[in-house]
């Protein structure tokens, strides 16, 4: 045989197997969906526990989802960007520290600020604690934070009455105080009562031009308390007689800079003093990355959980299959006496079950993004919707189709044509 009629043969026999599988398809789905219409009870029933289990896998990942944004973002609002920076000591000996200090002072911000371009605000915190006079002859040690205009934003700091600290008051060493909520309900009764009124620090008088608050719970990391109050840092210095501060906080422009951020402020000071000095920066990036895992473990364990009934689903589509298997043995046996192979009979009833799954996971992701699309549409609510939940729920389904529907296919292609043909 030449290789051109070769080739012609080979040809023909690919085009005979490639409609032989397409009748079989066909076959099996048409043989399907009688049998779904001589049972259309049993197979909605069946179908129901792949629309409940579709449906919550789908709900189960947009509550994870949703939960998980909102914990990002109520961290996110602590300021996520910031880096703290401190001194923490060495450098000098006991009688070296009478000549020298290595404390951080406000030229090593300005280095800061001028050798790393990612840096969107600093401000330096100068930290005391004071004796606070009012018109009432009232006295308490009170927390005042020397700060710079630029630290409202850093910690993201909401002024719902007044305003905050400006540069004008900054560089003209202007005697003003912006308070927290409870220091001016405390001390003036309401937040309006607080805006102008005067108190004194050390005999010199204040004047209270904003009231603040902190946007989020700060998680124990702020150095703010429940009764502070900032004022200009060139005012606090002259409290103090020193130009060193406790700290210097810097905002970056991206959270992604921010590790790298931190290394670099660390050696930028460094190079500022004497080598054994030791300086510590904080972020809460640690924080955020604890947070995110956190919540996508419970995300992971909740779709456990959601696949528990999935399986129950299973469950049930092996049983009904196992019982439409036993109905029709007779139909088997037929089919085999007519020539129907042992591939051909599996895939018959593999198909069936792997059908009513894969319609029930249709329906259960129509009922499980029904609810969170409803609740954009009438609230106006930005819920997260993953396409990734319609793909883990719809293969699911067909998964569930094919492990349940394996054993009872298997057992239906397994039958002996003459036995099954003497059944009554």
């Known amino acids: 045989m030449n290789p051109i009629e070769t080739a012609r043969q080979t040809t023909f026999q690919q085009t005979l197997l490639s409609a032989r599988r397409t009748m079989l398809l066909s076959e099996i789905l048409k043989l399907a969906l009688d049998s779904f219409r001589a049972s259309k009870m049993r197979f909605a029933l069946t179908a129901l526990g792949m629309v409940i289990g579709t449906a919550s896998v789908i709900l189960v990942i947009t509550i994870g989802m949703t939960g998980k944004k909102y914990i990002l973002q109520e961290i996110q609002k602590v300021e996520t960007n910031s880096i703290e920076l401190e ?24 280095a800061v600020v001028a050798r790393l371009p990612g840096v969107l605000y600093s401000s330096p915190v100068l930290t005391m604690h004071e004796r606070i006079a009012f018109g009432g002859g009232v006295f308490k040690d009170t927390l005042v934070l020397g700060v710079s205009p ?81 004022i200009p840092f060139s005012v606090a210095r002259y409290f103090t007689g020193t130009e060193n501060v406790n700290q210097i906080y810097f905002s970056m422009r991206d959270m992604e800079e921010v590790p790298d951020a931190a290394k670099r402020i660390r050696e930028i000071v460094q190079a500022r003093h004497r080598k054994d000095s030791v300086y510590q920066t904080q972020t809460l990036v640690e ?49 085999k006496a007519l020539g129907a192979t042992y591939r051909e009979i599996k895939l018959q009833f593999l198909a069936e079950a792997v059908i009513i799954s894969l319609v029930g996971g249709v329906a259960g992701t129509i009922v499980g993004l029904s609810l969170p699309l409803s609740i954009r549409f009438f609230t106006g609510m930005a819920i997260p919707i993953s396409p990734w939940s319609v793909v883990i729920a719809l293969t699911s389904a067909t998964l569930v189709g094919v492990i349940f529907g394996t054993v009872p296919a298997t057992r239906a292609a397994q039958m002996d044509p003459v036995e099954a043909l003497k059944y009554e």
């Open 287 to 335: 924080l955020l990355d604890m947070a995110n895992k956190i919540t996508t473990a419970l995300t992971v364990v909740l779709v456990l959980v959601a696949t528990v009934t999935l399986a129950v689903g299973g469950v049930g589509i092996m049983n009904i299959m196992l019982a439409n298997v036993r109905a029709r043995i007779r139909e088997i046996g037929i089919r």
């Open 150 to 230: 630029q630290y409202q934003f850093i910690r993201n700091l909401l002024v719902p009455n007044g305003r905050f600290l400006d540069d004008e008051d900054d560089s003209a060493h202007i005697r003003c105080a912006v308070v927290t909520e409870l220091f001016a309900q405390k001390r003036f009764g309401s937040d309006e009562a607080a805006v102008g009124s005067t108190f004194e620090i050390a005999g010199i008088p204040f004047t209270i031009i904003g009231v603040f608050k902190e946007s989020v719970s700060d998680f124990g990391v702020s150095e703010l308390q429940d009764q502070t109050i900032l």
């Open 87 to 110: 001194y923490a000591g060495g450098g000098a000996t006991a009688a070296e520290r009478v000549l020298y200090s290595d404390s951080l002072t406000r030229d090593d911000e300005k």
